[in-house]
């Protein structure tokens, strides 16, 4: 079972270009999640979606964007990358909204 | 908002017992979960407790006291593999989750 995977596994981005980071589930969870992991900081969330077609802000979504065009995929964009975006970012999902949360092997990102 | 304190680094010995506190105040609150991040790696769920009392799962127990605004992860039994990042998280009443910044616990043998 591949559980949740996310692309690509790093990379390295200039500033002022746009990307997009991938995000599949395979559990048919309802609720899915991004967040960044930054030193010292711990883990922040960005945005959320409690269900395919919706979604919602979290504690740091300036610079971010999503959406939930299915139950499988949600991707998370920065129109126009800041150094500031540097960071590790994680994709995760759970059954129900009050319930564990599963994550994705996560994804390195670099903004120069 | 939410505000979670857990110490930022523990050591302890090979089959030794290590207890990770963690306090918390949050606007409204549905649950306290833990999870183990190794080095590199994404955050792996261990426990979740949503009602006062101890949980337990085999060499890992987590209590809750929610009067206290207070748990702990308590690993029995240490092995080297349990060298990683602890962290504590709290579901609030939106459903949101927030994060404790980890505890590093290092096992030496």
Request: with cysteine.
């Amino acid at each position: 079972t591949a559980g949740i995977t996310q692309a690509p596994t790093s990379q390295i981005l200039a500033a002022g270009r746009s990307m997009t980071l991938r995000c599949t589930q395979d559990m048919r969870h309802n609720a899915m999640y991004w967040y960044r992991q930054d030193l010292g900081l711990g883990l922040r969330l960005i945005h959320y979606s409690n269900t395919a077609g919706t979604t919602g802000k979290g504690e740091v979504p300036d610079g971010y964007s999503v959406s939930r065009a299915n139950t499988d995929d949600f991707p998370l964009t920065l129109a126009s990358a800041v150094p500031s975006q540097t960071s590790v970012y994680f994709c995760a999902s759970s059954d129900n909204p009050q319930g564990p949360q599963y994550f994705g092997p996560g994804t390195r990102l670099l903004v120069l | 908002g939410q505000n979670i304190d857990q110490p930022t680094e523990m050591t302890a010995t090979e089959g030794a017992i290590v207890q990770i506190n963690c306090t918390y105040q949050t606007s409204g609150f549905n649950g306290l979960f833990w999870y183990q991040q190794h080095a590199g790696e994404a955050p792996t769920f261990l426990s979740y407790n949503v009602l006062d009392g101890l949980e337990e799962k085999g060499r890992f127990s987590s209590f809750l006291s929610r009067s206290k605004g207070y748990s702990y992860l308590l690993l029995k039994e240490l092995q080297m593999k349990d060298s990683a990042s602890y962290l504590c998280a709290v579901i609030s009443n939106d459903y949101k989750l927030s994060f404790g910044a980890g505890t590093t616990v290092t096992v030496r043998a």
